[in-house]
């Protein structure tokens, strides 16, 4: 929102309100039609859960990401459910003043799409994941992320390892498996941490 000039900054956060989400608490639920488009300003939140398949994790985002877009600004219904993993912090915008601003001007329109790529290139890189890594290589790739994201020296698991299990498309007998094979290789996951 800092890039804009003033007049748009304002149209965007006319109504805007901050809110802060618990580890744990849901933002959204899938099925909902979302009236605010919410941008992550700390913390980490999950695109989780179908109506099918409540564990099924599907995008982590944190600050600077938006929280999803193209159903806020189209009208459509969620996809996903919306999770805070962390305790986070969202700015929620009001959506008819953000489509107002961006039919005015070119410039937030095509930062909505720049994140709107960017959001889809973090889907293909997940769907790649899936096809190309190990699950081994999987399970590393997402214990550096919640390190990398910690507050703390060491990083806390934000779910069950039954959720992991199913966020890596594994067993959970498969899950206690690679956790030996990604020790041998540095990287320790005792209890949540």
Not at 106 to 132: E, F, N, P, S, T
Not at 133 to 158: G, K, M, N, T
Not at 160 to 174: N, Q, Y
């Amino acid at each position: 929102v800092r890039e804009f000039d003033t007049a748009v900054r304002e149209g965007l956060l006319k109504g805007a309100r901050t809110r802060i989400f618990q580890r744990g608490q849901r933002i959204l639920e899938a099925g909902e039609i979302p009236d605010q488009l919410g941008i992550v300003l700390s913390g980490m939140v999950e695109l989780c859960g179908t109506p099918q398949s409540p564990n099924c994790g599907v995008l982590l985002l944190t600050r600077g990401d938006l929280l999803v877009p193209m159903a806020t600004l189209y009208d459509e219904p969620c996809l996903t459910a919306a999770t805070a993993l962390s305790r986070s912090r969202l700015i929620m915008l009001d959506r008819a003043a953000v489509i107002q601003e961006a039919t005015s001007h070119a410039d937030l329109a095509m930062a909505l799409a720049r994140v709107m790529g960017a959001q889809w290139r973090m889907a293909v890189r997940h769907i790649i994941d899936l096809k190309c890594r190990s699950a081994a290589e999987r399970l590393a790739a997402i214990l550096l992320r919640f390190v990398d994201y910690a507050e703390e020296e060491f990083a806390e698991l934000p779910f069950t390892k039954t959720t992991l299990a199913a966020r890596l498309g594994v067993s959970r007998e498969t899950l206690s498996r690679i956790i030996q094979v990604v020790a041998d290789n540095g990287i320790v996951l005792r209890g949540s941490k």
